[in-house]
């Protein structure tokens, strides 16, 4: 219509356009009030803890590292008729404060503890990592189902978010050491099927694979990185989805992974060594790696909230210290590559403030009144994780249209030799 065109046919008279107007008018009107009470009936609160609830009503917590499983193991011996998650546990996790604290999802620690003199210079005794691992998924896979209306199993990004719409909360799995895969990738298969979607590449020991980072300081280094085994496991891990985890792994071992790494990566609970120079910290050149722009691998840094890792005070440690690593990390990386692994239930002394699950908001609040914005805000909760997991999933679907699972052997192991050791039929 030109510019100039009238809106009602000419000849009529003022009052008659008038009256048109307003015909035409009055619909609009109510269709942009409804509108509004749609969208702005229930008012934003304005303080910064109202306004973190709130958002995080829309945008829940997705902690990348919750140690209850290993708890109930240690606790319980495993048994999920001795506690009720229902209630108040002793420990930081329970439903209550979940809900609480706006928890909308986490992966739970398929954890089993290593030691070196188990396993051997060479990694090669044998041991109960197996096993063990395959308990601690049966003790999590029971509890989703015991609590059925509250957690609900997922393996992807697409299902973590619907199960959160639904007001459940999205459970994944991770595995924290490939210590745990007995040497094997075909073992490493079976957990992606049992539905693991990260495995951390060490826990504080080195192992076949590649090098820890330990805690303070790193153990003597046995292959300087990744092992020769350790980099077959980084493309099996892309071809299949799973997250390659960097918390835990040497300085080496990260650089080497994410370089190696045709995915997107994660460090499930990590804290920035420049505020305190452990070997288990992140340091600033392996965060500087991470992101989206050239030579940089994508990838999400979820911060762990153990004060002994956040600062050599750790007794000083509250909400402001933890979010100086998230804003320390976003100053590194960018706001796309930050996300939340408290530890909970994995630490044995939290920050003031944030003493449990039920405390998310609190830290969330501290950011509001740091300039953080809702989307900001959303990436840093759980749009960060979901979306590193797609991307993963999306590598994978390309690599396994080209490549079957890989074959490679830890060159160190000589029960898969073949031959039947002369042994003639
Ligand atoms: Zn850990």
């Known amino acids: 219509m030109p510019e100039n065109a009238p809106l009602l046919p000419s000849g009529l008279s003022e009052r008659r356009r008038a009256r048109g107007y307003i015909t035409l008018l009055v619909p609009v009107v109510l269709v942009l009030a409804t509108l509004g009470v749609l969208i702005f009936g229930k008012r934003e609160p304005t303080d910064p803890l109202g306004l973190a609830q709130s958002w995080l009503d829309h945008t829940p917590v997705v902690d990348g590292h919750i140690d209850l499983p290993i708890y109930v193991r240690e ?34 620690s398929v954890y089993t503890d290593c030691h070196e003199e188990i396993d051997g210079p060479d990694f090669l005794n044998p041991s109960h990592h197996v096993r063990d691992t395959l308990e601690q998924i049966d003790l999590a896979r029971n509890l989703m189902d015991r609590y059925s209306g509250t957690f609900e199993f997922v393996t992807t990004a697409q299902g973590a978010r619907d199960a959160m719409a639904r007001g ?29 979607r990260y495995a951390t590449l060490t826990h504080s020991c080195n192992n076949a694979f590649a090098d820890s980072g330990g805690y303070d300081k790193p153990p003597n280094a046995t292959w300087g990185g990744l092992s020769p085994f350790g980099f077959e496991l980084v493309k099996e891990m892309n071809r299949l989805g799973m997250l390659i985890d960097l918390s835990h792994v040497s300085d080496n071992t990260a650089r080497q992974a994410i370089k190696a790494s045709k995915a997107p990566i994660m460090l499930s609970h990590s ?121 993963a999933e999306g590598v994978a679907a390309r690599l396994k249209r080209v490549k079957g699972p890989s074959m490679a052997k830890y060159d160190k192991r000589r029960d898969l030799d073949g031959g039947w050791g002369g042994f003639e039929l």
């Open 271 to 391: 804290a920035a060594r420049h505020f305190n120079n452990f070997s288990r910290n992140v340091p600033d050149d392996v965060l500087e790696m991470i992101g989206r722009g050239k030579g940089q691998t994508d990838g999400v840094v979820m911060v762990n909230f153990f004060p002994s890792f956040a600062s050599p005070d750790p007794d000083s440690v509250g909400v402001a210290a933890i979010a100086d690593q998230i804003d320390y990390i976003v100053s590194k990386t960018g706001h796309h590559h930050v996300g939340i692994g408290s530890d909970f239930d994995g630490i044995d002394r939290v920050p003031k403030g944030l003493e449990d699950m039920s405390k998310y908001p609190y830290l969330i609040a501290e950011l509001i009144r740091r300039g953080w914005t809702r989307y900001q805000v959303a990436q840093l909760a759980g749009g960060n994780i979901l979306r590193v997991l797609e991307g």
């Open 168 to 196: 459940r909360i999205a459970s994944f799995m991770g595995i924290e050491g490939a210590h745990q895969l007995g040497n094997s990738l075909g073992v490493l298969r079976q957990y992606y099927r049992l539905g693991v």
């Open 75 to 108: 606790m319980y011996g495993n048994d999920v008729t001795k506690f009720d998650l229902g209630k108040k546990m002793s420990g930081h996790v329970d439903i209550p404060r979940m809900r609480a604290g706006r928890l909308g999802g986490f992966f739970w």
